[in-house]
Structure formats: C-alpha cells, structure tokens
C-alpha cells in the first residue's frame, strides 16, 4: 500500500475538501480513506499502488485547485494498543 499526500491551494471550506475528494476518487478509482483539509491545505489516500502524478493533477486543475506538490510513501498500518 503507497499513501499519497497532495499540497492543494485555494480550498476555503468544507465543499471545498468534498470536490477535491470526488476528483481525486475520480481520478484514482481505487484510492481509499481519502480525505482533504482546507485548514492544513491538503489532501491524502492510500492505494495498491503509486498514482500517477499527471493524472492527479489534472484532474484536480480542472475542478479550479492547484496542486502545489505531491509525495508518495509506503503506508504503515497503525497498530493500537501494541507496545
């Protein structure tokens, strides 16, 4: 599993986070747990594999965001109550 992290400017609100969560979704039909700050300016998911940054940008470019960057790296389950 890759978690992505986008950098996104111009989110203002909460429908904001929604439509950059539909294109990514869009964009990466196979991406899980997505979800998006407008307070911290970004955007995260994981998948099965790296996505394809062309792809990720475009598709956010075209709902009226910009993505400032993109990184990708092995995700780690996070295991509770296990020392």
Same mark, same amino acid.
């Given at each position: +599993? =890759? /978690? $992505? #992290?986008?950098?996104?400017?111009? *989110? +203002?609100?909460? *429908?904001?986070?929604? @439509? #950059?969560?539909?294109?990514?979704?869009?964009? =990466?039909?196979?991406? &899980?747990? =997505?979800?998006?700050? @407008? $307070?911290?300016?970004?955007?995260?998911?994981?998948?099965?594999?790296?996505?394809?940054?062309? #792809?990720? /940008?475009?598709?956010?470019?075209? $709902?009226?965001?910009? =993505?400032?960057?993109?990184?990708?790296?092995?995700?780690? &389950? /996070?295991?509770?109550?296990?020392?």
């Amino acid at each position: +599993m =890759v /978690k $992505t #992290v986008l950098k996104i400017d111009g *989110m +203002m609100c909460g *429908m904001c986070e929604a @439509h #950059v969560n539909d294109a990514i979704r869009k964009a =990466v039909p196979e991406a &899980k747990k =997505v979800a998006s700050s @407008h $307070t911290k300016g970004e955007s995260s998911f994981i998948c099965e594999t790296e996505p394809d940054p062309a #792809v990720l /940008k475009d598709a956010i470019d075209k $709902t009226g965001y910009t =993505v400032l960057s993109q990184k990708s790296e092995p995700y780690k &389950k /996070k295991l509770f109550g296990l020392f």
